[in-house]
């Protein structure tokens, strides 16, 4: 097995819980190519594993992940080096894509800062809970570059498209307190007990039905750039996808019972 502190990203699996962590923690958690490679490889693996019913992504040390590894930007910018403009489409697009579309619940666990697409990783997921300490910042127009990794389709939708421009066009680090009251984040714990936190909600929500939820990221996301006809029909597909579940089947036999249902998340 390679050594833990030389991998740019490490996965875990317990009882249908997958945790991917960043473990750049000397610098940050930010994205080399090998760390968006590896992040890319992690997300497809516990993406497609019908073992995994929730994906929870988060950073080792105090930070969640600064973006893009400037160090590495530089010496390409040097270069010359195609890379600096093929990594959105090769990298950080695919990955803000399986994040916000895998067919099971994403959780955010953001430990520290969140800044630049490290903090648009953390807008695809479901649910956002934010360590007291950390904070997020839409650093991309500080370095003179535009945004990406979906946080001008997120932001907008979060905090309205007003504040989106102001924390795009004047960025700044946002407290998790703020985030909280803006809707950046779904809930704020002590640093110490983030960790417990996410646990017991990502058990939650692994124990669940988890094609159901799967449809209803899909809904969601569908119906925030279509029409009421459109979204509508888009419901009723899913409506049959998960009606023709074993999940649902056995939700109907234990109201029948009177008892809660065990879900395969089949």
Known sequence: MPDEQSTPVTTEVTDGVATVRLNRPDAMN?????????LLTALQRVAEDQTVRCVVLTGTGRA????????????LLEQGADALFTTVPEHYNPIVTLLSTMNKPVIAAVNGVAAGAGASFAFAADLRIVADTAGFNLAFSGIALSCDSGSSWWLPRIVGVAKA???L?????????????????????????LEATVQTIATRLAAGPTVAFGS??????????????????????????????????????AFLAKEKPAFTGR
């Open 169 to 193: 066009l004047m960025p700044r680090t946002v407290p998790a307190d703020e985030a909280l009251s803006i809707g950046m984040a779904s809930q704020v714990v002590p640093a110490d007990e």
């Open 30 to 38: 930010s994205l080399n190519n090998a760390t968006k490679e590896a």
């Open 165 to 167: 421009k102001e924390l």
């Open 64 to 75: 969640f992940c600064v973006g893009q590894d400037l160090k590495e930007h530089v010496g």
């Open 216 to 253: 209803i990221r899909r809904a969601v996301a569908y119906s925030a750039g279509h029409d009421l006809a459109a979204s509508l029909e888009h419901e009723a597909s899913l409506m049959n996808l998960t009606g023709s579940t074993q999940d649902h089947q056995l939700a109907v036999d």
